[in-house]
């Protein structure tokens, strides 16, 4: 569920971070397997992901294919493994999409309303939404005007999603502003559907998958169904104070935008197409031009193309890459079209706070063009210490002011007003915090909106110490009200 997605300024950080320098490619006869086998294992051990799947591609041939660690059923993962992918799911509709373009079939600067009769807001400029505009993510939905991913009870078909729409005003008039959204995608997998006259499944095993031999591959419309497919996928994990814990994925629609299983054998083949013009094993699933126009920069956002995020190597090549998290799985995707090299990774574990996923990719980029992997200055296992001792230390002064307060100390005093007020705002802010924590999520992470679970499966340890402070000092702000009331109706009662 990517990539895209940037929910938190740590996610913003990773994504921005990944587009490292690569610099010239490696000889093929040097590959360097043994310290990029040594380096996966160190960052997992550093991370504590319980298991993922590497691959490499130079040319047209997959250089290197392997998996690590165990799945929640305990299986060992291979390079046949599969995961969830995620919003690298987006790719794939837009070039599904992009299959209609160069058929004939579709005008990517249309109205979408054109082909999807149904399609109406209640706001006239959604009739002007152009395809191009949603495979741009600058259609004017954002996740505040239709969060989709808190939207409850949860859709159950595209055609619900399109009539679910009918209540929403725009964010901003359609081609003037970037917003990453996954209804935009939803809509295009409606509209394959409607111009196909196929299921958005059936078109992509018919007209992808099965072209490029992606034989593990499958599509999903709600997470519920990761696994009721013969290649299901079991549990992946969320993060509780370091521990992978292995849960079931939270109820969502994904179709379109992140519905997507995968292996990094089959995705291999997929990044293979983004250097190659479009071509596997002299299958042409759409033609080269076709390619360079989803991986051409287009509308406001300068480093977004058409289902892909794109930037410069520091020697000036152009690198694309998309990213996909959930709650319990997460993917990531880079290609260098003009050096033919890709690389993908697929874990099974999710969107966390502390956990390095960046360190994975852009080490394995310095590994590939004879450069050193850089060091993360904090750890997964630091940070999450550091939480413990956070939360330890909380504890420890919460009991001691409860102490202080049945002996009549420091809260017995009398004080000024002023610093009475600001002392009640600083013993209430983790209570504040913890309130309107979906909102500065949402601030933060560039306008997504997330639900409360998936807050909780984000940061947990963050959650419990908030929860934690903030019960503690809402028990000790009404103790000192009481002693405080007794004293004013004492009062009132000696003046009669």
């Known amino acids: 569920m990517m990539a895209y997605a940037k929910i938190t300024l740590t996610l913003v ?26 380096f996966i294992r160190l960052k997992m051990e550093e991370n504590h992901i319980p298991g993922l799947a590497v691959a490499i591609t130079r040319d047209d041939k997959v250089i290197f294919a392997k998996g690590y660690g165990k799945t929640a059923d305990q299986s060992p993962i291979s390079a046949d493994t599969p ?25 990517i600067d249309k109205p979408v309303a054109h082909y999807i009769p149904s399609f109406q807001l209640n706001d006239p400029r959604g009739s002007t939404i152009t395809v191009r505009q949603l495979l741009s993510h600058t259609s004017g939905l954002t996740d505040t005007v239709y969060p989709d991913m808190t939207i409850h009870p949860q859709p159950t078909s595209l055609e619900d999603v399109v009539q679910r729409l009918h209540e929403v005003t725009l964010h901003s008039d359609p081609g003037r502003e970037f ?8 809509l295009l997998a409606k509209l394959v559907e409607v111009v196909s006259k196929e299921t958005f499944s059936d078109y992509l095993q018919r007209h992808i998958f099965t072209p490029l031999e992606m034989n593990r591959t499958f ?66 699933v759409l033609s080269s031009e076709g ?31 998309h990213g996909g998290i959930l709650w319990t799985y997460k993917a990531q995707e880079l290609v260098i079209p003009d050096q033919k090299l890709g690389i993908v990774l697929l874990f099974n574990s999710g969107l966390n706070t502390f956990v390095d996923y960046y360190s994975f990719v852009s080490g394995l980029s310095a590994i590939l063009t004879n450069s050193t992997p850089g060091d993360s ?35 017995g005093k009398k004080r000024p007003n002023g610093l009475r007020f600001l002392s009640l705002l600083l013993m209430l802010s983790p209570l504040l915090l913890l309130l309107f924590l979906p909102k500065i999520i949402t601030y933060l992470g560039g306008g997504r909106v997330l639900s409360l679970e998936g807050i909780f499966m984000m940061m947990p340890s963050i959650v419990i110490w908030l929860g934690i402070a903030s019960l503690q000092n809402l028990l000790l702000v009404l103790f000192r009200m009481i002693p405080t009331r007794k004293k004013r109706m004492h009062a009132r009662v000696s003046q009669r």
């Open 291 to 321: 390619i360079r126009t989803m991986h051409t920069p287009t509308g406001p956002k300068k480093s977004y193309g058409l289902g892909w995020e794109i930037s410069q190597t520091a020697d000036g090549n152009k690198q694309i890459e």
């Open 219 to 284: 599509n999903v419309s709600n997470t519920n169904q990761f696994d009721e497919k013969p290649n299901a996928i079991s549990s992946g994990h969320y993060f509780l104070f370091g521990k992978p814990i292995a849960a079931a994925e939270p109820e969502w629609f994904v179709e379109g935008a992140a519905g997507m299983v995968s292996t990094v054998n089959d995705m291999a083949k997929w990044l293979i197409i983004q250097g190659n013009g479009g071509k596997y094993n002299n299958v042409q």
């Open 377 to 411: 200055f904090f750890t997964h296992t630091m940070m999450e210490a550091g939480m413990c001792i956070m939360i330890i230390l909380t504890v420890i002064m919460g009991i001691r002011s409860f102490l202080r307060l049945q002996k009549g100390g420091e809260y």
């Open 179 to 186: 917003h990453y959204n996954n209804t935009n995608y939803q």
């Open 13 to 38: 950080t990773c994504l921005t971070m990944l587009l490292a320098p690569v610099g010239s490619a490696f000889a093929q006869t040097d590959f360097p397997m043994e310290q990029i086998d040594h």
């Open 83 to 107: 995961f969830a992918i995620a919003s690298l799911s987006k790719s794939f509709t837009a070039l599904a999409v992009m299959q209609l373009v160069e058929s004939g079939r579709v005008d």
